[in-house]
């Protein structure tokens, strides 16, 4: 079992930045390939980006690279989103999600373990 919690959230102006963290407990996050999505309002759940497992290679959506990026503390056992230059299109929950495959997944239903997450709003 994995136990992920997100915090960070908040309103931030457009042009902005946030740092988004997720706790994990249960496994350590070096041991698990993790990712960040995000559910705005009326819209699907979508990629935002990945972290593999062990090597950590790294994977954006188009819409956020460039702009984001994801990184991992296995001392603090704790994922980031680092988010710059927010949009008012990046308003959404975010939230953390964990599986223990090696590869890199963009889609919510390979994903076993999920954070409650967290809403980011981005005024214009």
């Known amino acids: 079992q994995v136990q992920l919690v997100e915090s960070g959230g908040g309103l931030v102006q457009a042009g902005g930045s946030l740092r988004l963290s997720c706790a994990a407990s249960g496994r350590t996050v070096s041991s698990c390939t993790m990712g960040w999505f995000r559910r705005a309002p009326g819209k699907e759940r979508e990629f935002v980006a990945v972290?593999?497992?062990?090597?950590?290679?790294?994977d954006y959506a188009d819409s956020v690279k460039g702009r984001f990026t994801i990184s991992r503390d296995n001392a603090k056992n704790t994922l980031y989103l680092q988010m710059s230059s927010l949009r008012p299109e990046d308003t959404a929950v975010y939230y953390c999600?964990?599986?223990?495959?090696?590869?890199?997944?963009?889609?919510?239903?390979?994903?076993?373990?999920w954070g409650q997450g967290t809403q980011v709003t981005v005024s214009s």
């Open positions: 999600a964990a599986r223990t495959g090696y590869s890199s997944s963009r889609f919510p239903l390979e994903y076993g373990y």
């Open positions: 972290t593999t497992r062990n090597i950590g290679n790294s």
